[in-house]
Each structure stands twice: as structure tokens, then as C-alpha cells.
């Protein structure tokens, strides 16, 4: 079964900031597009971020210009800065990687609190 391995979530206040990290087997890797989701209570699992395998970035409108995901190929390792966090940025945050025959992998998720 592969696994994604995820940390860095935690508390922090408003306008602090946060590094999610996940290491992915080297098969899985390389060819997959890497990527963040959130879950908030009481509402639906959204796309975060994305990286391709060529380094290629998207980003959902809610975070575009606070967060950064970044791929680090020498370590199979997926990033995701986040700075300027708002409350509204609590959730549960899952990796994900998405192979070219479109199977998915999922992390077991880490908790953001943002609160003061």
C-alpha cells in the first residue's frame, strides 16, 4: 500500500505562518501530480495547491499569494508554505498524488488551527 507521509500542521495565529511537508515513495513521486487538499468542518474537500512533475504550479483563488507548494525531487518531498494564514484557513490538510493512470494516493491528513 503506498503511503504518503505528512507534518507540519499545528496552531497558529492570524497572520503567522506554516510548513507542510510529505514524502511520497520515489516511484510514486516522480511521475505523479503533487498536491494539496483541505477539509473544513461541516464542508466539502477543496483543492489547495498543485505541482506538476515539471514544476508547474496552481492554486485555488482563496490562497493565491499566501501559500506555496514545492517539490524537492532529491528528497521525494511535496511543500506547502503558508503564510498570512486566516482562521478560514483551519481544516484538515491531506497530500495527494495523482499518477498518470489517474490512481490517487492520500496522506492521513494533518490539522491547521489558525486562531488567536
Known amino acids: 500500500q503506498v503511503q504518503l507521509v505528512e507534518s507540519g500542521g499545528g496552531l497558529v495565529q492570524p497572520g503567522g505562518s506554516l510548513r507542510l511537508s510529505c514524502a511520497a515513495p520515489?516511484?510514486?513521486?516522480?511521475?505523479?501530480?503533487m498536491g494539496w487538499y483541505r477539509q473544513a468542518p461541516g464542508k466539502q474537500l477543496e483543492l489547495v495547491a498543485t505541482?506538476?512533475?515539471?514544476?508547474?504550479?496552481n492554486y485555488a483563488d482563496s490562497v493565491k499569494g499566501r501559500f506555496t507548494i514545492s517539490r524537492d525531487t532529491a528528497k521525494n518531498t511535496v511543500y506547502l508554505q503558508m503564510n498570512s494564514l486566516k482562521p478560514e484557513d483551519t481544516a484538515v490538510y491531506y497530500c495527494?498524488?495523482?499518477?498518470?493512470?489517474?490512481?490517487?494516493?492520500w496522506g492521513q491528513g494533518t490539522q491547521v488551527t489558525v486562531s488567536s
Open positions: 495527494n498524488a495523482a499518477s498518470p493512470a489517474l490512481r490517487h494516493y
Open positions: 505541482v506538476t512533475s515539471g514544476g508547474s504550479t
Open positions: 520515489v516511484s510514486i513521486f516522480r511521475i505523479s501530480i
